[in-house]
């Protein structure tokens, strides 16, 4: 039932139809058409439906065939006419009385009594006429006046004038006519089309009634459809077959299906002729004779869905619609499957679906879809392809051409039985029409190029749909084909591609599949058991040993079994492998840590660790070593093996050693199983990261092993300044016999270390090896104790040095194990003292005074301080100046000490080599090693305190840290009392108390402990010349020095002259050597002026020429200007530059220094004497 | 007489599309055909929550994703985007979605009463708190109460089916 277009009549005149006016209107009402934009609000709908553009026939009236009334068949209601128009011209008012009027009378007769059609008069006039009729006072009514009152009966106005001329040929003089037009046509429409559905709805209230009939009813509702979708309402027209399908599947429900014919009566082309067309068979006229059968009524209900679909736009649905309609119908079909032809069913879904690709397609030409839609409709047909496909997979099966298990077997319907397929038989004499099925039926090759092809084509639509992983698993079906077409390079490459796009989100039940069916290709392929096969392999026992692994492993029997062979081919194939190749965080093993405390191995030097070794294989694994790697500080790396030759499955511990163990805590950082050229490893180490995010590294921790091998570094106890530096390396082997140990030291800070002049210190020294790389010890014994100073360069810029040491060393019972020690160490290279000097010449003797501070906040303990000369060798003899040795002086950062020397020296003689050596230590080294000792007294005295014995130590020091109030009382009388400590009921607190006890007593700080010394190198001042000035008051001008030792009998007076004389005694005693032959020095000489308290006459200032032991001396008048106790004035004495000599560019002064002998006298000036006379009136005398 | 739903299989995929359970229950079935179905119907489901996107649709069930062959796949995405697939055997006839809703409905409440289970955690990994299949996968093997949950509603609805 193709659509039918809305049917319009004309008549009018026939004078006028012949005439060339008519075929110009009628050519330009042409071309108005279709309509526009026409709104339909029907009685029976709620929303007001908008027709875009409604195609119109014109025809004349006389030509419209009256007998067509008469069918009893339900037509559309399109198929008469709605609207009858009659067009006419008069100008004059009488023509129109006389003539037009009749006409138009008859022709109103005729058309007014047909059922449910409009009509319309139209009037036309010239554009000129309708001007002049506008005019106002107007004595005769016009025509079309005339016209409305005689034709319009009701309301409704029915003539329209049309204004047209063919020079005024233009769409708004058509506007008033063709809205008419379309209001006439949509009133028409809507009465008819209500009374059709009205007869709907009646007969569908009837369906309970006997003898109503299914089939007159669907012709009756499908007229509602078709007139809808002739108005080009696709929507509503699609919403009445809904309705007639639902109504159709109430009906199959009902079982009320006598009047349809069988379910399938098959033609001959019935598999093969395309799905969605509604002219291949006369379906109308099989509906109106009983006789269609469902399978032909459910293809024609379909079909006429999807080209209202299509008109629609909406391909999606329309592609689904089939795809759906083909797998459920299919599956009504296989009830009856025996009375049909064989593959019937297969051969009718495969065209029928490609048919629906082909023919959607086709529609699709004319839309334009936006991108979401077209990539939802190339899904569907791509589910359309790949529902053709699947009827390749029965036929193929059923052939024998494929075989029959996954993916092949996955498109069998569920009740299928291969026996049944069996293509020889036959049912009658139908066989499917299917050209290319019937050629890939007999031509395994044809089926196989049909199946890539129509698969290809399915995953390039689902590849345009991005559809993924619809594609993965056609891909997947493409390699079960290369398989079993025997292409296994393809299948292969194909298998092992897949797993990685399963993997990602733990689709471990498909990678296993897809991986196991990659190893079974190689295997069959009988490819060398390679790298890639080894990948691949590993791959899948990740995937097998996953949860949910297992599901899909159909093809091997017993998993243990088959598990085993390809562990042992594993092993087999690593083997070949040319290096070693690594695979990391592989899911079948693991290692992890039973405890995180190792144990040591007291036998030997070393750690033990317990692991767990899992191995989630159901099989032993090979395996040659466990391996587990710790990170310390600095990145020091340890690591601990342990032999194996299998992994059981399941859990087994393990003891792992570590030969070279240093104590510590460390961080997990790897773990590695391996078996011959295979490493399984294992990450454990956590990034920043992680660590934030609270995923914190396993700790392990290592016990100190106090009988290992062990190196410790010390300043030595003498430190000589000035000479190469040295510090000490201790190595103690503890339990171990040693046969070598070569010792590295390196600093990060750059000091280097020169082991070639090292020096061994102590008796019973062992030989040694050195070269510029290492220290090497040869032949040590057990519980040997070996010190060698190694010499370094100047680190005297740190006053901490850090040091890495590596010791290598092999003992004598493992000669094959080498042990590698690493250790940190810090020494303090700083001294702890600071030393300022300061020097005071008299005469022959010299005074030199060493000031002693800490540099720290430490307290430094000075038990002595010596100031050592050969005095043989440089002529100078040292006395120390304090008599009583104060015992030991403590310097704090508050109170340095002082220490004062003399010396006498020879002149002339060489004067140097004169060192300071200090012995001092630290007040924390003092208190600890005093700690240390009454801790192993208390433990000599009592054994079971033993595994204490830190502990003990630890506590006190940590007392003493706290609280700093013991300070003072040891400082002065060697008590240490430790505050703060609470004493435990046990035998710790026991002994704790008994340490205190001791440490409570008066204790010589010299008595015990080590001292160190530092030895600096002082050299003895010298000055080119020592001037001694002096300013003595003389008794008078004249009396000389003289009387200098007379005591002075006179006293001073303020204002008085007093006599002086400045004496200035030179001397060349502390000279340079060099300078000795040097007998004269210019020199000046300058009495200060103290304006305050003297005026001194005379010359103040002179030159004089200052030679060895002599003296010069001038006389000066001072005056005293106020009386008091005064301080004589000051003598400044100066070397002036050498004559002559010049060095870089600046006169040589020799250097000179003076003290003043009278600096600290004295004298007493008297107030300026004299006596005055007062005479006092003593009054008259009365008496007399 | 209204349809007999026939549940075929059942999966649950986390939101990152990880898969939590696949139960098959038709019998002499591949299961690797129903693997397929699980994974593929991811495709369909997140064309069907762009789509939803879009529209700004809040519902949670996704409807009929395809069909194929002899199952009609429907999926359902919880609020806390789970998803939940299921394959009935097809029928031809209509499928009230009312009644495939219902099954959907059971099975997210087997979901939930399932991972409410605190002691789930105790051995999960603390950077995969998130994922529902981390979670899951660390109980799987001890994962029965689950497992026999949707197998329970799989035999319902089957009886349910052919009762009414």
Same mark, same amino acid.
């Given at each position: 039932?193709?659509?039918?277009?809305?049917?319009?009549?004309?008549?009018?005149?026939?004078?006028?139809?012949?005439?060339?006016?008519?075929?110009?209107?009628?050519?330009?009402?042409?071309?108005?058409?279709?309509?526009?934009?026409?709104?339909?609000?029907?009685?029976?709908?709620?929303?007001?439906?908008?027709?875009?553009?409604?195609?119109?026939?014109?025809?004349?009236?006389?030509?419209?065939?009256?007998?067509?009334?008469?069918?009893?068949?339900?037509?559309?209601?399109?198929?008469?006419?709605?609207?009858?128009?009659?067009?006419?011209?008069?100008?004059?008012?009488?023509?129109?009385?006389?003539?037009?009027?009749?006409?138009?009378?008859?022709?109103?007769?005729?058309?007014?009594?047909?059922?449910?059609?409009?009509?319309?008069?139209?009037?036309?006039?010239?554009?000129?006429?309708?001007?002049?009729?506008?005019?106002?006072?107007?004595?005769?009514?016009?025509?079309?006046?005339?016209?409305?009152?005689?034709?319009?009966?009701?309301?409704?106005?029915?003539?329209?004038?049309?204004?047209?001329?063919?020079?005024?040929?233009?769409?708004?003089?058509?506007?008033?006519?063709?809205?008419?037009?379309?209001?006439?046509?949509?009133?028409?429409?809507?009465?008819?089309?209500?009374?059709?559905?009205?007869?709907?709805?009646?007969?569908?209230?009837?369906?309970?009634?006997?003898?109503?009939?299914?089939?007159?009813?669907?012709?009756?509702?499908?007229?509602?459809?078709?007139?809808?979708?002739?108005?080009?309402?696709?929507?509503?027209?699609?919403?009445?077959?809904?309705?007639?399908?639902?109504?159709?599947?109430?009906?199959?429900?009902?079982?009320?299906?006598?009047?349809?014919?069988?379910?399938?009566?098959?033609?001959?082309?019935?598999?093969?002729?395309?799905?969605?067309?509604?002219?291949?068979?006369?379906?109308?006229?099989?509906?109106?004779?009983?006789?269609?059968?469902?399978?032909?009524?459910?293809?024609?209900?379909?079909?006429?869905?999807?080209?209202?679909?299509?008109?629609?736009?909406?391909?999606?649905?329309?592609?689904?619609?089939?795809?759906?309609?083909?797998?459920?119908?299919?599956?009504?079909?296989?009830?009856?499957?025996?009375?049909?032809?064989?593959?019937?069913?297969?051969?009718?879904?495969?065209?029928?679906?490609?048919?629906?690709?082909?023919?959607?397609?086709?529609?699709?030409?004319?839309?334009?879809?936006?991108?979401?839609?077209?990539?939802?409709?190339?899904?569907?047909?791509?589910?359309?392809?790949?529902?053709?496909?699947?009827?390749?997979?029965?036929?193929?099966?059923?052939?024998?051409?494929?075989?029959?298990?996954?993916?092949?077997?996955?498109?069998?319907?569920?009740?299928?039985?291969?026996?049944?397929?069996?293509?020889?038989?036959?049912?009658?004499?139908? +066989?499917?029409?299917?050209?290319?099925?019937?050629? =890939?039926?007999?031509?395994?090759?044809?089926?196989?190029?049909?199946?890539?092809?129509?698969?290809?084509?399915?995953?390039?639509?689902?590849?345009?749909?991005?559809?993924?992983?619809?594609?993965?698993?056609?891909?997947?079906?493409?390699?079960?084909?290369?398989?079993?077409?025997?292409?296994?390079?393809?299948?292969?490459?194909?298998?092992?591609?897949?797993?990685?796009?399963?993997?990602?989100?733990?689709?471990?039940?498909?990678?296993?599949?897809?991986?196991?069916?990659?190893?079974?290709?190689?295997?069959?392929?009988?490819?060398?058991?390679?790298?890639?096969?080894?990948?691949?392999?590993?791959?899948?026992?990740?995937?097998?040993?996953?949860?949910?692994?297992?599901?899909?492993?159909? =093809?091997?029997?017993?998993?243990?079994?088959?598990?085993?062979?390809?562990?042992?081919?594993?092993?087999?194939?690593?083997?070949?492998?040319?290096?070693?190749?690594?695979?990391?965080?592989?899911?079948?093993?693991?290692?992890?840590?039973?405890?995180?405390?190792?144990?040591?191995?007291?036998?030997?030097?070393?750690?033990?660790?317990?692991?767990?070794?899992?191995?989630? !294989?159901?099989?032993?694994?090979?395996?040659?070593?466990?391996?587990?790697?710790?990170?310390?500080?600095?990145?020091?790396?340890?690591?601990?093996?342990?032999?194996?030759?299998?992994?059981?499955?399941?859990?087994?511990?393990?003891?792992?050693?570590?030969?070279?163990?240093?104590?510590?805590?460390?961080?997990?950082?790897?773990?590695?199983?391996?078996?011959?050229?295979?490493?399984?490893?294992?990450?454990?180490?956590?990034?920043?990261?992680?660590?934030?995010?609270?995923?914190?590294?396993?700790?392990?921790?290592?016990?100190?092993?106090?009988?290992?091998?062990?190196?410790?570094?010390?300043?030595?106890?003498?430190?000589?300044?000035?000479?190469?530096?040295?510090?000490?390396?201790?190595?103690?082997?503890?339990?171990?016999?040693?046969?070598?140990?070569?010792?590295?030291? =390196?600093?990060?800070?750059?000091?280097?270390?020169?082991?070639?002049?090292?020096?061994?210190?102590?008796?019973?020294?062992?030989?040694?090896?050195?070269?510029?790389?290492?220290?090497?010890?040869?032949?040590?014994?057990?519980?040997?104790?070996?010190?060698?100073?190694?010499?370094?360069?100047?680190?005297?810029?740190?006053?901490?040095?850090?040091?890495?040491?590596?010791?290598?060393?092999? +003992?004598?019972?493992?000669?094959?194990?080498?042990?590698?020690?690493?250790?940190?160490?810090?020494?303090?290279?700083?001294?702890?003292?600071?030393?300022?000097?300061?020097?005071?010449?008299?005469?022959?003797?010299?005074?030199?005074?060493?000031?002693?501070?800490?540099?720290?906040?430490?307290?430094?303990?000075?038990?002595?301080?010596?100031?050592?000369?050969?005095?043989?060798?440089?002529?100078?003899?040292?006395?120390?100046?304090?008599?009583?040795?104060?015992?030991?002086?403590?310097?704090?950062?508050?109170?340095?000490?002082?220490?004062?020397?003399?010396?006498?020296?020879?002149?002339?003689?060489?004067?140097?080599?004169?060192?300071?050596?200090?012995?001092?230590?630290?007040?924390?080294?003092?208190?600890?090693?005093?700690?240390?000792?009454?801790?192993?007294?208390?433990?000599?005295?009592? !054994?079971?305190?033993?595994?204490?014995?830190?502990?003990?130590?630890?506590?006190?020091?940590?007392?003493?840290?706290?609280?700093?109030?013991?300070?003072?009382?040891?400082?002065?009388?060697?008590?240490?009392?430790?505050?703060?400590?609470?004493?435990?009921?046990?035998?710790?607190?026991?002994?704790?108390?008994?340490?205190?006890?001791?440490?409570?007593?008066?204790?010589?700080?010299?008595?015990?402990?080590?001292?160190?010394?530092?030895?600096?190198?002082?050299?003895?001042?010298?000055?080119?010349?020592?001037?001694?000035?002096?300013?003595?008051?003389?008794?008078?001008?004249?009396?000389?020095?003289?009387?200098?030792?007379?005591?002075?009998?006179?006293?001073?007076?303020?204002?008085?002259?007093?006599?002086?004389?400045?004496?200035?005694?030179?001397?060349?005693?502390?000279?340079?050597?060099?300078?000795?032959?040097?007998?004269?020095?210019?020199?000046?000489?300058?009495?200060?002026?103290?304006?305050?308290?003297?005026?001194?006459?005379?010359?103040?200032?002179?030159?004089?020429?200052?030679?060895?032991?002599?003296?010069?001396?001038?006389?000066?008048?001072?005056?005293?200007?106020?009386?008091?106790?005064?301080?004589?004035?000051?003598?400044?004495?100066?070397?002036?530059?050498?004559?002559?000599?010049?060095?870089?560019?600046?006169?040589?002064?020799?250097?000179?220094?003076?003290?003043?002998?009278?600096?600290?006298?004295?004298?007493?000036?008297?107030?300026?004497?004299?006596?005055?006379?007062?005479?006092?009136?003593?009054?008259?005398?009365?008496?007399? | 007489?209204?349809?007999?739903?026939?549940?075929?299989?059942?999966?649950?995929?986390?939101?990152?599309?990880?898969?939590?359970?696949?139960?098959?229950?038709?019998?002499?079935?591949?299961?690797?055909?129903?693997?397929?179905?699980?994974?593929?119907?991811?495709?369909?489901?997140?064309?069907?929550?762009?789509?939803?996107?879009?529209?700004?649709?809040?519902?949670?069930?996704?409807?009929?994703?395809?069909?194929?062959?002899?199952?009609?796949?429907?999926?359902?995405?919880?609020?806390?985007?789970?998803?939940?697939?299921?394959?009935?055997?097809?029928?031809?006839?209509?499928?009230?979605?009312?009644?495939?809703?219902?099954?959907?409905?059971?099975?997210?409440?087997?979901?939930?009463?399932?991972?409410?289970?605190?002691?789930?955690?105790?051995?999960?990994?603390?950077?995969?708190?998130?994922?529902?299949?981390?979670?899951?996968?660390?109980?799987?093997?001890?994962?029965?109460?689950?497992?026999?949950?949707?197998?329970?509603?799989?035999?319902?609805?089957?009886?349910?089916?052919?009762?009414?």
């Amino acid at each position: 039932m193709s659509a039918q277009r809305v049917t319009i009549t004309y008549s009018g005149p026939i004078v006028f139809l012949s005439t060339d006016h008519w075929k110009q209107i009628q050519n330009s009402l042409v071309s108005q058409l279709p309509l526009r934009n026409l709104h339909w609000k029907s009685t029976s709908r709620n929303a007001l439906r908008s027709i875009q553009e409604l195609d119109v026939k014109l025809v004349p009236f006389e030509m419209l065939r009256e007998d067509q009334a008469a069918s009893q068949i339900p037509q559309s209601v399109l198929e008469k006419p709605l609207l009858h128009l009659y067009i006419f011209t008069c100008e004059d008012s009488e023509v129109y009385r006389t003539t037009v009027r009749k006409q138009l009378k008859e022709w109103h007769a005729s058309v007014s009594t047909r059922k449910n059609q409009e009509w319309l008069i139209i009037h036309v006039v010239r554009p000129d006429q309708s001007v002049a009729q506008g005019r106002l006072f107007q004595m005769k009514t016009s025509v079309l006046d005339k016209v409305k009152a005689d034709f319009n009966l009701d309301k409704k106005d029915r003539c329209v004038q049309l204004v047209w001329s063919a020079e005024k040929d233009n769409p708004a003089v058509w506007a008033d006519t063709i809205s008419k037009i379309k209001e006439g046509v949509l009133s028409s429409f809507d009465a008819a089309l209500a009374q059709r559905e009205e007869e709907v709805k009646r007969s569908e209230g009837q369906r309970q009634m006997p003898g109503w009939n299914f089939c007159t009813f669907f012709i009756l509702k499908e007229s509602v459809a078709s007139s809808l979708e002739g108005m080009n309402l696709h929507e509503d027209a699609l919403q009445q077959y809904y309705e007639l399908e639902s109504i159709f599947f109430q009906v199959l429900r009902e079982k009320n299906l006598s009047w349809f014919g069988a379910l399938i009566t098959p033609m001959p082309t019935d598999d093969s002729s395309p799905l969605l067309s509604v002219t291949k068979k006369p379906y109308r006229d099989l509906i109106l004779a009983n006789t269609i059968s469902v399978f032909d009524f459910r293809v024609y209900l379909l079909a006429r869905q999807c080209i209202l679909l299509s008109k629609i736009g909406d391909m999606e649905e329309l592609c689904r619609k089939a795809a759906s309609f083909l797998s459920t119908f299919s599956r009504t079909l296989r009830d009856v499957e025996n009375t049909l032809p064989p593959f019937f069913i297969e051969s009718w879904i495969y065209s029928s679906a490609l048919s629906v690709v082909d023919q959607s397609d086709e529609w699709a030409k004319r839309l334009t879809l936006d991108k979401a839609a077209l990539s939802a409709f190339n899904a569907a047909k791509g589910e359309l392809l790949e529902l053709a496909r699947q009827q390749l997979d029965v036929l193929g099966i059923a052939t024998g051409f494929l075989p029959n298990k996954p993916p092949f077997s996955l498109a069998l319907p569920s009740t299928f039985d291969p026996a049944d397929k069996d293509p020889k038989t036959k049912r009658g004499s139908m +066989t499917i029409t299917k050209t290319e099925l019937l050629s =890939s039926m007999e031509d395994q090759d044809t089926l196989y190029e049909l199946y890539v092809n129509v698969t290809n084509r399915a995953i390039e639509l689902y590849a345009s749909a991005g559809r993924r992983k619809f594609a993965l698993k056609l891909h997947g079906s493409l390699a079960a084909l290369d398989i079993h077409r025997g292409r296994l390079v393809n299948a292969l490459q194909t298998y092992t591609s897949l797993p990685a796009h399963y993997s990602p989100h733990g689709w471990t039940s498909m990678e296993a599949y897809m991986l196991n069916r990659a190893l079974s290709i190689h295997e069959a392929a009988e490819k060398p058991k390679d790298r890639e096969w080894i990948h691949v392999l590993l791959h899948f026992l990740r995937a097998y040993v996953d949860d949910g692994g297992k599901d899909l492993l159909l =093809s091997e029997e017993d998993c243990k079994a088959y598990v085993e062979k390809l562990v042992a081919a594993l092993k087999e194939a690593a083997q070949t492998l040319d290096n070693d190749t690594p695979f990391p965080d592989h899911p079948a093993l693991s290692v992890s840590l039973v405890e995180p405390h190792a144990k040591l191995a007291e036998s030997r030097d070393g750690a033990l660790l317990q692991v767990v070794v899992n191995n989630r !294989l159901p099989c032993d694994v090979p395996a040659e070593e466990v391996r587990l790697q710790l990170t310390g500080r600095e990145n020091s790396q340890i690591t601990f093996t342990a032999k194996v030759s299998s992994i059981a499955p399941g859990r087994t511990e393990l003891t792992l050693f570590c030969p070279s163990s240093a104590m510590g805590t460390y961080a997990l950082a790897n773990t590695q199983i391996s078996m011959p050229r295979l490493l399984f490893q294992w990450r454990h180490s956590k990034t920043p990261k992680q660590i934030k995010a609270g995923n914190m590294p396993t700790l392990v921790y290592i016990p100190k092993d106090a009988r290992a091998l062990d190196v410790r570094l010390k300043q030595p106890p003498l430190i000589e300044l000035g000479t190469m530096s040295r510090i000490r390396v201790l190595l103690s082997t503890g339990r171990n016999e040693v046969a070598t140990a070569s010792v590295k030291l =390196s600093a990060p800070s750059g000091i280097k270390f020169q082991y070639e002049d090292t020096q061994l210190i102590g008796e019973d020294t062992p030989a040694i090896r050195t070269d510029a790389q290492a220290l090497t010890f040869l032949d040590l014994k057990a519980g040997q104790t070996v010190v060698a100073a190694v010499p370094h360069s100047d680190a005297s810029a740190y006053a901490y040095m850090r040091i890495n040491i590596t010791v290598d060393y092999v +003992t004598t019972t493992e000669p094959d194990i080498t042990r590698t020690l690493r250790l940190s160490r810090v020494v303090a290279t700083g001294l702890p003292v600071e030393i300022n000097v300061q020097d005071f010449f008299r005469g022959t003797r010299l005074f030199t005074a060493f000031t002693l501070s800490t540099k720290t906040h430490q307290h430094v303990r000075v038990r002595s301080a010596q100031l050592l000369s050969d005095s043989e060798t440089t002529g100078v003899r040292v006395k120390s100046c304090v008599g009583q040795k104060p015992g030991i002086v403590t310097l704090t950062p508050q109170q340095p000490g002082r220490f004062l020397f003399q010396m006498d020296s020879e002149k002339g003689t060489a004067r140097e080599g004169l060192k300071l050596k200090i012995t001092y230590r630290m007040l924390r080294e003092e208190v600890e090693s005093l700690i240390e000792i009454a801790v192993s007294e208390v433990v000599s005295e009592q !054994l079971p305190l033993e595994p204490h014995r830190q502990d003990l130590t630890d506590k006190l020091i940590q007392a003493l840290e706290t609280n700093a109030s013991w300070v003072e009382l040891y400082g002065v009388t060697g008590e240490l009392a430790v505050p703060g400590v609470t004493l435990t009921e046990d035998e710790f607190g026991a002994g704790l108390r008994q340490v205190m006890e001791k440490l409570n007593r008066k204790r010589s700080p010299t008595s015990f402990g080590e001292w160190r010394d530092i030895v600096i190198p002082v050299d003895v001042p010298q000055i080119h010349i020592l001037a001694s000035a002096r300013l003595q008051i003389l008794e008078n001008p004249f009396s000389a020095e003289v009387e200098k030792a007379e005591k002075r009998t006179r006293p001073l007076y303020a204002g008085q002259p007093i006599s002086a004389l400045l004496t200035i005694k030179t001397s060349f005693h502390w000279a340079p050597p060099e300078d000795t032959r040097v007998q004269s020095y210019n020199m000046r000489y300058d009495i200060e002026d103290l304006t305050q308290d003297w005026l001194v006459s005379g010359r103040k200032r002179g030159d004089f020429v200052a030679k060895d032991g002599e003296t010069f001396s001038t006389p000066v008048t001072l005056i005293a200007l106020h009386h008091g106790e005064l301080a004589l004035p000051k003598v400044g004495v100066n070397a002036l530059p050498l004559p002559g000599e010049h060095r870089m560019r600046s006169s040589v002064v020799p250097s000179c220094e003076t003290y003043e002998v009278h600096g600290a006298e004295k004298v007493l000036v008297l107030p300026r004497g004299g006596r005055s006379t007062f005479v006092v009136n003593m009054g008259t005398n009365t008496s007399m | 007489m209204p349809p007999q739903l026939k549940l075929n299989a059942v999966a649950f995929v986390s939101p990152q599309n990880h898969p939590i359970l696949i139960r098959t229950f038709a019998q002499g079935q591949d299961e690797l055909k129903y693997h397929y179905i699980a994974h593929t119907s991811l495709d369909v489901i997140d064309e069907r929550i762009a789509a939803a996107l879009a529209s700004k649709s809040t519902d949670c069930y996704l409807n009929l994703l395809y069909t194929m062959e002899d199952v009609a796949v429907y999926g359902y995405i919880t609020p806390l985007k789970v998803k939940i697939i299921i394959a009935l055997a097809l029928t031809d006839s209509v499928v009230r979605d009312a009644d495939v809703i219902t099954i959907f409905r059971a099975l997210h409440t087997a979901y939930r009463q399932a991972v409410a289970n605190p002691f789930l955690k105790v051995n999960a990994p603390i950077d995969g708190y998130n994922d529902h299949a981390t979670l899951l996968q660390a109980g799987n093997s001890k994962w029965r109460a689950f497992r026999k949950r949707v197998d329970d509603i799989g035999k319902a609805v089957g009886a349910v089916g052919s009762a009414t």
